[in-house]
């Protein structure tokens, strides 16, 4: 949709020079055109313009049995082609309605091109055809532009609902007034020698034209509040307007006739626009935020009066300079900064302006965390170095320790908090996160036991302390069970680490067999104790000792295992230790770890 363009402010509010412009009838409507003032109020209707209809497209009845109450009517033609748009300005505690007739005969007025009879509980200052120049693009308030033909003629009926009567004001908008700027309108609807009023800003002028063929002669005259008095030495058929008052020409036409036009001047004051301080706001991840531009316009504004001058915000100068593409009020924008135009004008004449400032508006992002927030202080480690070890320069950390920095060394387990914030000029935006600090000991195995030694067996590794642990054995893949089956005796190698891999175990383990007591009372079975699977070890040496520590035995892989003696002797009822030793994969000689290294003499 194309950004508006005001072309008029037309109305003046009860106090003001101009005579009322007031027609409650659609057979004498107002003609429009140009800057044609046209003076604000309703009291009542005059006749029924529907003859007793019950609606009229979104018109309805109203309290007096007819479709107006309180109604002004005004026509217009189009002396171009285009995108044709209007805002009739009110008092936000007041209710009106429109309905626009694209005729130029009051008798057909047939069903209107567009309408809104919608009350005004959202108390909006303004209701019309293409888009509210504040830039609230959800009112209900607002009709569709409409595309018009040049020559086409239009009746507007203005009605007061509310029946409260501030006045109203009519400002034409749309691409039609950027493309023709002088013949959007018709003015020669307007039956006048001087045509129709003008507003003006202040400091401006305008020239008054009076040509008449056959003209005689002409005097100028000026009414500025104490009656019409000739303008000395204007004689000619043109005459600039400086100051605003009742402009009367008399024209001296042959026979000793005259022809009489007046037209009335006005000027507005041109409002300043003060500077605005850069704006940032927070845009958290995933949500939709919007910035309130409105919030802005008492800077903008300084002491002015938010009653005779509005604010609106601009994408560029240019735009701000036409008063096009005003932005939504509730404005949204991705993240990053744009610079938006400010433009101040009076709400009497949009022409009257300035859009000398503007000012950064950032939507900061919510600063980003690319740190892990569960750490470990592994083993015998003196600490660990938490938080952002890529900051960002525009961020500024903090703490919960009162550390300023993006990382910070901690050395005892616990939740440390940290909040980064992203800076932008009296804005921020701030994320806080708690990185929890644990320790993890060095996992010891207690044992790894071999059920029923065989050419494979299940082989479980018993820990010392509880934890969660992965395994792996020979290189295989990690598991989180502590088991494995299908193990071949001999020595193999274990893998172990804690679930935040900042510890690992890495060992040579044996799988044999023994059996845990044996019994030589002469009886041929269990008569000696042996280890299966000695074979699979590379020069084994089995030593057994008694509870004292006293060597009693020397067992090797091809020894028939021990009888229970010590020097030719029968040992008693005891239980016995063993300690086995073989060559490992570097050749060294190597202690079996692990095992349950102690078996029962039975007699």
């Known amino acids: 949709m194309k950004g508006q363009f005001f072309f008029v402010v037309v109305l003046f509010f009860s106090g003001h020079i101009l005579q009322a412009q007031i027609s409650a009838d659609c057979s004498t409507a107002i003609p429009i055109c140009s800057n044609t003032p046209i003076n604000s109020g309703t009291d009542g209707y005059a006749s029924d313009d529907f003859n007793g209809a019950a609606s009229s497209g979104c018109l309805e009845q109203t309290t007096t049995g007819a479709i107006e109450s309180n109604s002004a009517w005004y026509r217009f033609r189009v002396g171009a082609s285009g995108q044709l748009g209007f805002n009739i300005m009110h008092d936000p505690s007041e209710d009106w309605d429109f309905a626009l007739y694209q005729t130029n005969d009051c008798t057909q007025l047939g069903e209107p091109v567009r309408c809104n009879f919608f009350d005004n509980r959202d108390q909006n200052s303004y209701i019309g055809v293409g888009e509210d120049p504040t830039g609230d693009n959800l009112t209900v308030q607002y009709e569709d532009w409409i595309q018009v033909e040049a020559g086409q003629e239009y009746y507007l009926?203005?009605?007061?609902?509310?029946k409260l009567n501030s006045g109203?004001?009519?400002q034409f908008s749309g691409q039609i007034f950027l493309d023709f700027p002088d013949t959007a309108l018709d003015c020669s609807i307007v039956d006048n020698l001087l045509g129709p009023g003008q507003i003006l800003c202040e400091n401006g002028t305008t020239e008054l034209n009076a040509s008449t063929m056959g003209a005689l002669g002409y005097q100028w005259y000026a009414d500025f509040g104490t009656g019409f008095e000739l303008l000395h030495g204007e004689d000619k058929p043109r005459y600039t307007v400086l100051q605003a008052g009742l402009y009367r020409v008399v024209v001296d036409l042959p026979e000793n006739t005259n022809r009489v036009s007046d037209v009335q001047i006005e000027y507005t004051e041109i409002p300043n626009s003060f500077p605005i301080e850069d704006q940032g706001y927070c845009l958290p991840l995933g949500e939709e935020v919007f910035f309130d531009l409105s919030a802005l316009d008492s800077q903008a504004l300084g002491s002015q009066d938010p009653s005779q001058f509005r604010v609106s915000y601009h994408h560029s100068q240019q735009d701000a300079d036409l008063g096009v593409?005003?932005?939504?009020?509730?404005?949204?924008?991705?993240?990053?900064?744009?610079?938006?135009?400010?433009?101040?004008?009076?709400?009497?004449?949009?022409?009257?302006?300035?859009?000398?400032?503007?000012?950064?508006l950032s939507a900061l992002s919510e600063p980003l965390f690319d740190f892990p927030l569960e750490v470990s202080i592994c083993g015998n480690d003196p600490g660990v170095l938490i938080g952002e070890d890529n900051p960002n320069p525009a961020y500024s950390y903090e703490w919960s320790t009162g550390d300023r920095g993006p990382e910070l060394w901690v050395e005892n387990p616990g939740d440390y908090e940290l909040t980064i914030t992203n800076n932008f000029g009296s804005s921020s935006c701030s994320s806080t996160r708690i990185v929890r600090v644990q320790a993890v000991q060095v996992p010891v195995i207690k044992e790894i036991q071999i059920d029923d030694l065989q050419a494979l067996s299940t082989v479980t590794v018993v820990m010392d302390q509880p934890g969660n642990f992965r395994y792996q054995l020979d290189g295989g893949p990690f598991q989180p069970g502590f088991r494995f089956t299908g193990v071949r005796p001999g020595v193999h190698r274990l893998v172990i680490q804690d679930e935040q891999g900042c510890i690992s175990i890495d060992e040579e383990i044996v799988v044999i067999g023994f059996p845990a007591l044996f019994t030589p009372n002469g009886d041929i079975q269990n008569e000696t104790w042996h280890i299966v699977g000695l074979d699979y070890l590379e020069d084994p040496i089995v030593s057994i000792f008694d509870r004292n520590g006293r060597l009693l035995q020397t067992v090797t892989a091809n020894s028939g295992g021990w009888d229970g003696t010590y020097q030719g002797q029968p040992l008693p009822r005891d239980d016995y230790w063993f300690r086995l030793t073989y060559r490992d994969t570097r050749g060294n000689r190597s202690e079996a770890k692990y095992l349950r290294t102690h078996f029962a003499l039975v007699r």
Request: hydrophobic share 35%; charged share 10%; glycine share 4%.
């Open 157 to 162: 009926l203005i009605n007061n609902f509310s």
């Open 168 to 170: 109203f004001s009519i």
């Open 325 to 360: 593409g005003a932005l939504p009020l509730q404005y949204q924008t991705p993240p990053g900064t744009e610079v938006v135009y400010a433009r101040v004008s009076s709400r009497l004449n949009p022409d009257c302006y300035d859009a000398s400032h503007h000012f950064q």
